[in-house]
T-cell receptor
Framework: DTEVTQTPKHLVMGMTNKKSLKCEQH?????MYWYKQKAKKPPELMFV???????INESVPSRFSPECPNSSLLNLHLHALQPEDSALYLC????????????FGSGTRLTVV | KQEVTQIPAALSVPEGENLVLNCSFT??????LQWFRQDPGKGLTSLLL?????REQTSGRLNASLDKSSGRSTLYIAASQPGDSATYLC???????????FGKGTHLIIQP
């Protein structure tokens, strides 16, 4: 298995809802990442998990809450989002935090109404 | 702060042409450089990974070079095809757990 799987592929949520994005990999990678991509912009780093521990939080608002329950799974919990949070959310993994290539998932298209 | 610039921002050419996409970065202290392809509304597909000690990598019709000292990389696409139409992103890894820093991409259209 050489893939990063993200679910759901599409999500529409209201500003008062709570939802979660899920990311899974079975490549034995020990670093996992969340990126946010707005239309016609490059991906921007949100969070880095290294060996299941949060190592980087790029000043992301608290309405985004990451979780890494085990080495294969990464969640992003969403609460009280704003319409400007609508974007493509990409998950990625790499064998270790340094000097390895990244594998990206196909993303979750999030729309906040 | 690492900055990555990609030139051109957009390119439209007839099929069959050989292409060069350019990427430059401001901090030469990188671990590696990775080229990705992104189709509209989709995730990123890795094309080539060049480690900091390497000069180039090849995969099929694609060849990527890296000149770390001058902060430059090029992606060469031979005999372009309409299926190559996509946005091509260059990304560098500067520090151990810093994550990738991306350029804004080159939007490529190959005309049949």
């Amino acid at each position: 298995d050489t893939e990063v799987t993200q679910t759901p592929k599409h999500l529409v949520m209201g500003m008062t809802n709570k939802k979660s994005l899920k990311c899974e990999q079975h490549m034995g990678h020990r670093a996992m990442y969340w990126y946010k991509q707005k239309a016609k912009k490059p991906p921007e780093l949100m969070f880095v998990y290294s060996y299941e521990k949060l190592s980087i939080n790029e000043s992301v608002p608290s309405r985004f809450s990451p979780e890494c329950p085990n080495s294969s799974l990464l969640n992003l919990h969403l609460h009280a989002l704003q319409p400007e949070d609508s974007a493509l959310y990409l998950c990625a993994s790499s064998p270790a935090p340094a000097n390895y290539g990244y594998t990206f998932g196909s993303g979750t298209r999030l729309t906040v109404v | 702060k690492q900055e990555v610039t990609q030139i051109p921002a957009a390119l439209s050419v007839p099929e069959g042409e050989n292409l060069v996409l350019n990427c430059s970065f401001t901090d030469s202290a990188i671990y590696n450089l990775q080229w990705f392809r992104q189709d509209p509304g989709k995730g990123l597909t890795s094309l080539l990974l060049i480690q900091s000690s390497q000069r180039e990598q090849t995969s099929g019709r694609l060849n990527a070079s890296l000149d770390k000292s001058s902060g430059r990389s090029t992606l060469y696409i031979a005999a372009s095809q309409p299926g190559d139409s996509a946005t091509y992103l260059c990304a560098v890894l500067r520090g151990g757990a810093d994550g990738l820093t991306f350029g804004k991409g080159t939007h490529l259209i190959i005309q049949p």
